[in-house]
């Protein structure tokens, strides 16, 4: 189990006879006295809390429960909150603290374990925020089966999981971790405003960082042909392609200045600007790329949407570099814009099914693109050749 105080967490284990004993005494939630623990180096391998030391129960240990009146109350958990954009940056099994509203509910699934022959249940639900990303997160258990998360409830987890699988990465509730449903703290009460009001609506999902060979590869017809993005869910492909155009008018607005919301403002004409998707009015604003490209493989060619960072490593030049050049000096602006053409990258995009003024669109979005290594891709087709020639052969 993980203990927590207003200084911090710790983690304790407790074995043979201790293991019963305390399972009786100890409910989550609750406060206790713990006196003679038995306190060593923490064995990493099990424990991904942010302590160095941790606790082991012994035959001398004493529990017992606290009032609130001898303590002044529960102390507060600490949460060490990342947005959920950056989930993809984080090592496999790694441990995230992370708050989102819960857009979309799985259903209960019930199957016995390999290794066990245990029956288990979980379910999976997709947790948004104002990075404009989505996660999968895994119940399982008794918290799988009681979830109701129709009314899109906020959720907050802690010591929540990192699992990557085939290149996409989500998060899993493990021994430790603790599910919070709309909690009454700043953070959840900005992200009910910000979802009511429509700020999921371009939310991506998360991937691993960047793209590469070790995921499956399609031309941007192979996209077509397969209707990828033609129904209500977002989904992801890898394509290798070059940079036709880079599309220069409209390639950044004024965005909301609070973290991660990125959502265009409305100038009030006042000195203020109001952000609908937060709920806020600010006489500060920060200026966001959106930008506009046609890419093209030798099968088909496609405009992509390029966003902020993404925008960024296109242009080689930062958000306040090409805007000062758009405004001030045409001709730098126009060398930015065209640079990139005909380079080639490998991308990673998102492909949607929006409504546009009554037409139905199917848009692309980078979700990253890492830059085309001809040795690299020759090393990626010897591999499918052998592999081909293994199936063949078999």
């Not at 980078?366 to 078999?394: D, H, V």
Request: include cysteine.
């Amino acid at each position: 189990m993980n203990l927590f105080d207003k200084s911090g967490e710790i983690r304790v284990t407790a074995f043979k006879d201790q293991c019963d004993k305390f399972h009786r005494l100890i409910d989550d939630g609750n406060v206790y006295f713990i006196t003679n623990g038995c306190i060593k180096p923490a064995n990493k391998q099990y424990s991904q809390l942010k302590n160095d030391y941790e606790m082991t129960f012994t035959g001398e240990t004493m529990v017992q429960l606290c009032d609130e009146d001898d303590n002044g109350g529960i102390p507060e958990i600490k949460f060490d909150l990342i947005p959920i954009s950056q989930v993809s940056n984080m090592e496999n099994k790694e441990a995230v603290d992370t708050i989102g509203i819960c857009k979309e509910v799985g259903e209960l699934q019930t199957f016995t374990s390999r290794t066990t022959n245990k029956e288990l249940k979980k379910r999976e639900l997709t947790l948004v925020d104002m990075s404009n990303a989505a996660v999968t997160l895994t119940l399982w258990g008794d918290e799988a089966v009681n979830f109701d998360g129709h009314v899109q409830p906020v959720i907050l987890v802690k010591g929540s999981h990192v699992n990557e699988f085939n290149g996409e990465k989500s998060l899993n509730m493990s021994w430790g971790s603790i599910l919070k449903i709309n909690p009454d703290i700043p953070e959840a009460h900005r992200l009910r405003v910000w979802f009511d009001n429509g700020g999921a609506d371009n939310i991506v999902s998360v991937w691993r960082g960047g793209a590469s060979f070790s995921s499956e590869l399609i031309t941007l017809k192979d996209a077509y042909l397969r209707n990828l993005g033609s129904g209500d869910r977002l989904n992801y492909f890898q394509c290798i392609a070059i940079v036709q155009n880079v599309i220069q008018p409209n390639s950044f607005y004024k965005a909301c200045p609070q973290m991660y919301c990125n959502k265009k403002v409305v100038d009030e004409g006042d000195g203020q600007y109001r952000c609908e998707p937060c709920g806020t009015v600010s006489p500060n604003f920060k200026y966001f790329l959106r930008v506009k490209i046609k890419i093209s493989d030798y099968t088909s060619d496609r405009e992509v949407i390029c966003f902020g960072k993404i925008a960024e490593q296109l242009l080689r030049h930062t958000t306040d570099e090409v805007v000062e050049a758009s405004e001030n000096d045409p001709d730098r602006a126009l060398k930015i814009f065209t640079d990139p053409n005909y380079t080639s990258y490998i991308f990673k995009l998102s492909c949607k099914k929006i409504v546009y003024e009554g037409n139905v669109m199917n848009t692309l979005t980078a979700q990253s693109m890492t830059p085309f290594n001809c040795k690299e891709y020759n090393k990626y087709l010897i591999k499918e050749i052998n592999r081909m020639q293994n199936i063949a052969a078999s």
